[in-house]
T-cell receptor, first 112, second 114 residues
């Protein structure tokens, strides 16, 4: 499984754009990159997923360079409610199941 | 919306007790997972199941067993609870597909073993 490395924590002021970068140097050809968000006392929630280039949805954008060895989750104009832990995952298929490993994530603290 | 429910939000048990944690999903997903989450260690996979009566060990299966008698229900069993199994337990499910999977998580069960 491709190992991911991301910062342990980040602080940001309300209204700013936040970029969280994840390194996955040994990503395999068939691997997808997925980001989850977890609030305290809740299970993780899917945010966004991509394979290459850029993906955007109503919550975030995901930028993936051509070599796919890293990815950047971009949260536009964060609010206090975006304070959470963000996990970057890289997964490979194993039969009918995609094997992924959740690391320790990046704890984002949004400051008023 | 996919809904994954877990039988209890909080549970307190004594050392040596047999503990059952239940998880139910309502979206006909083939895959179901049990994780535990501890401070500084992230989420670690205990067991997963890709079909009824099928199970596979995850990264930390020791001290746990699972049961999947129906597609929508996946149970985690602690045969003899120990204090080092005090943790947050999270259940998830996903649809078996050709591309990447999205896992849907339940709210978690915080288990304390005294």
């Amino acid at each position: 499984l491709a190992k991911t490395t991301q910062p342990i924590s980040m602080d940001s002021y309300e209204g700013q754009e936040v970029n969280i970068t994840c390194s996955h140097n040994n990503i395999a050809t068939n691997d997808y990159i997925t980001w989850y968000q977890q609030f305290p006392s809740q299970g993780p929630r899917f945010i966004i997923q991509g394979y290459k280039t850029k993906v955007t949805n109503e919550v975030a954008s995901l930028f993936i360079p051509a070599d796919r060895k890293s990815s950047t989750l971009s949260l536009p104009r964060v609010s206090l409610s975006d304070t959470a832990v963000y996990y970057c995952l890289v997964g490979e298929r194993s039969g009918g199941y995609q094997k992924v490993t959740f690391g320790t994530g990046t704890k984002l603290q949004v400051i008023p | 919306d996919v809904k994954v429910t877990q039988s209890s939000r909080y549970l307190v048990k004594r050392t040596g007790e047999k503990v059952f944690l239940e998880c139910v999903q309502d979206m006909d997903h083939e895959n179901m997972f049990w994780y535990r989450q501890d401070p500084g260690l992230g989420l670690r996979l205990i067991y997963f199941s890709y079909d009824v009566k099928m199970k596979e060990k995850g990264d930390i299966p020791e001290g746990y067993s699972v049961s999947r008698e129906k597609k929508e229900r996946f149970s985690l069993i602690l045969e003899s609870a120990s204090t080092n199994q005090t943790s947050m337990y999270l259940c998830a499910s996903s649809l078996m597909g050709q591309g990447a999977d999205t896992q849907y998580f339940g709210p978690g069960t915080r288990l304390t073993v005294l």
